[in-house]
Structure formats: structure tokens, C-alpha cells
């Protein structure tokens, strides 16, 4: 387990590709106060190496957190991600904000960033990513989210899905348009075929911005990818998230269980998970708000 001890502002905080957990336990001290535990989780599965990437950054009133999926093989797919990654996080922690105009915009320098890069030739020409981006105002305790692809943002609340993503997919828009259910999509033989990922030079990318809403204590945020919603569906992302008291539990039981569900093989599979913990549960990890960890000479 790594525990963040000292945290900057406008300070990107990028995880390495592969690493199975990652704990990062950071408290803000508001008025009310949320405090806020952030854990992560990414595997390549059966593939020989990892394309996706997860990073979050915050100051004293955001938090941000995204996840992204490439595709192009390696030395594409990864490079994709990651200069969405630090495209967007980057643009996030110079001008802060939830409103639609801000999100939408970083997703369309991402998606410009990514394609500077395919001009370099070689892997790079080819490649894509995925995207799921989502920003709290700690302040005024909201939530917003943007994406494109079909990495997946998802809200639990009571232990239910009140709110999720909706894929850029051939078959999420056969769900749509009534010929599949939900469950049958997630089996579908074209099931990974996309209408929309970043790297799109002739034809702008879908860019989905969701409203503004409310975040409370014991909401649980899930930001994914594809390798994770598709082998496990929302059924076991409920089931596994009631039987898990803490953010560690559950990403190792969504691990265990992909490993026990997931076809010879399966993709690369990343989860961000980030839990508002509850005022009353004084057993939770926490560290000192960010303004009382910035001591001169600390490490």
C-alpha cells in the first residue's frame, strides 16, 4: 500500500501503468467536510502489456480523476492514453471548473494532443484512446463527468447505481434503439466496436458532458474501463460493492472476480474507485487536511 503524505497543489498525480493497487487516502477539511478516499486498480489481463492509465489530481477544493483506454498496440495504445491522461489533468489543475464549456474543452484538447502525436508516424499513426474524466467541487460538494468512448463513470448511492455513463458504441446504440438489452450488449460479438475515441482527425469525437450533480457523504464514484464493466456487468459491480466495507476491499473483489469471470485472453482492466467517507466512521484512514502537510522540511 502507498499512502500519500504530502500533497501540492496543481500537482498531477499520475499512477504507474500496472501497479495492482494503489491507496491514495486524502482529507479536506470543508465546511461540511468531505473526506474523500481514492483507490486504484490496473492489470493487463491477458494481454502482454497494459494500455490503459488512471491519474487524479487535486488542490484544496477539487478533485479530479480520470481513466483512459488505448488502443494501437503497444508504443500507440499506451502512448494515447497517457497523453490524454496528462492532457486533460493537465488542462483540469491550470483552470479548475465543472461547468459544461470547461469539461467539453478538455476532452477536445485531448483528443488535439493525441492527434499531434499520430503525426510523429510509426505506432503512433494509428492510435486511440478512450476517456472518462469526472471533477469534484469539494467546496459545494458537486460532481461532473465527461467521456468519450466506452470507458464508463459510474455513481452509487444506498449501494445502487443512480447514475453511469453512456457508451460510444455500436452496440450501446442498439441498445437504444430497442434491438438489445443491457446484458445482451455486454455479450455482443461487436461489442468493442466504438463510435468514438480521441485520435479522430476527419471527424470530431462524442463528447458527452453530464449534469452538475450532487455528491453526499457514502457515495461511492467507480471510473473504469471496459475490461472491467464488460466481464463483471452492473449486477456484480453492485453485488460486490455491498459486500465491501472499504475502497480496498472492493477493488480486490472486482479483481477476484474478474480473474474468475474473464475469458483467456481478456483485456486490460483499470478501476479508479472514490468513496466519501462518512463523518461517523472514525475508523477510516485519513491524513491531515493538505494546508497542515505542507511543513517546511517535510518529505
Same mark, same amino acid.
Given at each position: 500500500m502507498t499512502t500519500q503524505k504530502k500533497n501540492k497543489s496543481k500537482k498531477q498525480q499520475n499512477d504507474d501503468l500496472g501497479r495492482?493497487?494503489?491507496?491514495?487516502?486524502?482529507?479536506?477539511?470543508? !465546511?461540511? #467536510?468531505?473526506?474523500?478516499?481514492?483507490? /486504484?486498480?490496473?492489470?493487463?489481463?491477458?494481454? /502482454?502489456?497494459?494500455?490503459?492509465?488512471?491519474?487524479? *489530481?487535486?488542490?484544496? #477544493?477539487? %478533485?479530479?480523476?480520470?481513466? !483512459?483506454?488505448?488502443?494501437?498496440?503497444?508504443?500507440?495504445?499506451?502512448?494515447?492514453?497517457?497523453? !490524454? #491522461?496528462?492532457?486533460?489533468?493537465?488542462?483540469f489543475s491550470a483552470a479548475p471548473g465543472l461547468d459544461e464549456i470547461t469539461l467539453r474543452t478538455l476532452v477536445e484538447q485531448a483528443n488535439r494532443d493525441v492527434v499531434a502525436r499520430q503525426a510523429e508516424g510509426g505506432k503512433l499513426a494509428g492510435m486511440r484512446s478512450t476517456v472518462v474524466f469526472a471533477a469534484i467541487d469539494l467546496e459545494n460538494q458537486a460532481l461532473a463527468w465527461v467521456h468519450s468512448g466506452d470507458s464508463r463513470a459510474y455513481l452509487f448511492r444506498g449501494g445502487a447505481i443512480v447514475a453511469r455513463t453512456t457508451d460510444h458504441s455500436l452496440v450501446q446504440q442498439m441498445v437504444a434503439g430497442g434491438m438489445l438489452d443491457e446484458e445482451g450488449a455486454r455479450l455482443h460479438p461487436q461489442r468493442n466496436m466504438l463510435l468514438s475515441a480521441l485520435g479522430s482527425i476527419e471527424e470530431a469525437p462524442d463528447i458527452a458532458v453530464s449534469d452538475?450533480?450532487?455528491?453526499?457523504?457514502?457515495?461511492?464514484?467507480?471510473?473504469?474501463?471496459?475490461?472491467?464493466w464488460e466481464p463483471l456487468g452492473d449486477e456484480c459491480l453492485v453485488d460486490t460493492l455491498h459486500a465491501s466495507r472499504t475502497p480496498s476491499q472492493w477493488t480486490e473483489q472486482l479483481d477476484t472476480q474478474?480473474?474468475? #469471470?474473464?475469458?483467456?485472453?481478456?483485456?486490460?482492466?483499470?478501476?479508479? /474507485?472514490? *468513496? %466519501?467517507?462518512?463523518?461517523?466512521?472514525?475508523?477510516? /484512514?485519513?491524513?491531515?487536511? %493538505?494546508?497542515?502537510?505542507?511543513?517546511p522540511g517535510s518529505a
Open positions: 495492482s493497487h494503489h491507496h491514495n487516502n486524502t482529507s479536506h477539511r470543508e !465546511a461540511p #467536510r468531505l473526506e474523500i478516499e481514492i483507490v /486504484t486498480l490496473s492489470r493487463q489481463g491477458g494481454r /502482454t502489456y497494459n494500455e490503459d492509465v488512471h491519474g487524479h *489530481w487535486h488542490d484544496e #477544493r477539487y %478533485v479530479a480523476c480520470l481513466v !483512459a483506454d488505448g488502443a494501437g498496440g503497444h508504443g500507440g495504445g499506451d502512448v494515447a492514453a497517457a497523453t !490524454a #491522461r496528462s492532457s486533460v489533468l493537465g488542462g452538475r450533480m450532487r455528491l453526499m457523504p457514502g457515495d461511492v464514484l467507480l471510473l473504469c474501463s471496459d475490461g472491467v474478474i480473474k474468475a #469471470r474473464a475469458k483467456p485472453g481478456h483485456d486490460n482492466y483499470t478501476a479508479l /474507485t472514490l *468513496w %466519501v467517507i462518512p463523518e461517523e466512521e472514525d475508523d477510516a /484512514t485519513r491524513l491531515l487536511p %493538505v494546508e497542515e502537510l505542507a511543513q
